[in-house]
């Protein structure tokens, strides 16, 4: 079993944590964080430090691959970016929850990660660096450039493509046949019945394009898990093999 490492210590690390330790295919040596101190505890795991220090932990842990946990569609690809210059042929893994149901001739790129109660039906196509999260639905034939993500509960209908880095927010729906640029945001709970550009931001039922939208704007809303953390570290045992 590959021993590997989750990039990013925040709620959503913990959510693949948990993805991982209930797919069983992976050994989670720890976690890796660049604003989390070394050391501490995250649900029961040590950060062990910061991505510049990646190559001396691969030796020190037979690290052999990773999986970036950042929900931000476009931090994501920032931290995929620094790893990859830090450790050239650095393995990115991809992960699907065993509640996740995936049909037949479903592509999945590497470092996607399916969470539980999501549904992909025949012959989608997910790209690399992606995320499904929890109960979201892409349905046959829809494809997901990399970098894209479907919130909690989004659903596709058949023949929907969402371009690289756009994000379908939580709730929303896309109906079947539909294109979706790239850099876009679809705000949640919105309906979608056009096709829809890049580099927007739209949201309402049915939805409305409402703004022009930057590369890497933010679109989900700041983390508290700060707090949360120190809770988890007062409350756990440590798991790790250090
Ligand atoms: C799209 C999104 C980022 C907001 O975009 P925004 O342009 O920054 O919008 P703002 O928050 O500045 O709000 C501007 C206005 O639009 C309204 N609005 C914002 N999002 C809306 C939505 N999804 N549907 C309808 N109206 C919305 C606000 O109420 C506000 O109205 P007001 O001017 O009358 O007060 C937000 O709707 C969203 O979907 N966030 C992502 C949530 C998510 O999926 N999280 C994932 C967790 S895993």
Redesign the pocket.
């Known amino acids: 079993m590959k021993n590997i490492v989750i990039i990013g210590a925040s709620g959503h690390g913990n959510v693949v944590l948990d993805i991982i330790e209930k797919e069983a295919d992976f050994n989670v040596i720890g976690f890796i964080d660049t604003y989390k101190h070394k050391c501490r505890l995250a649900n029961g795991y040590q950060i062990l430090g910061t991505e510049e220090e990646l190559p001396y932990l691969i030796d020190k842990f037979n690290i052999t691959a990773g999986i970036v946990a950042i ?1 931000d569609n476009w931090i994501r690809k920032k931290v995929v970016d620094k790893i990859t210059e830090i450790v050239p042929n650095f393995e990115f893994v991809s992960s699907a929850h065993p509640q996740a149901v995936i049909g037949r001739d479903v592509t999945i790129g590497v470092g996607t990660i399916i969470m539980p109660g999501a549904i992909i039906n025949s012959n989608a196509q997910i790209g690399d660096f992606c995320i499904v ?1 929890t109960n979201a639905s892409l349905d046959h034939d829809s494809v997901m450039a990399n970098y894209s993500s479907l ?2 509960r989004a659903s596709t209908g058949g023949h929907v493509n969402l371009g690289a880095f756009s994000a379908i ?2 709730g929303a729906s896309v109906i079947e046949g539909i294109t979706i640029g790239t850099h876009t ?1 679809v ?4 309906v979608v019945v056009n096709h829809i550009d890049s580099h927007v ?1 739209a ?2 039922s049915p939805s409305q394009v ?2 022009e939208r930057q590369e890497g704007e933010p ?2 809303a700041k983390s508290k898990d700060s707090k949360s953390e120190m809770v988890v570290i007062h409350k756990s045992k440590e798991r790790s093999t250090l």
């Open positions: 929900g999260n919130a909690p927010c939580l945001v705000g949640a709970g919105a931001v949201y309402g409402v703004r679109y989900l």
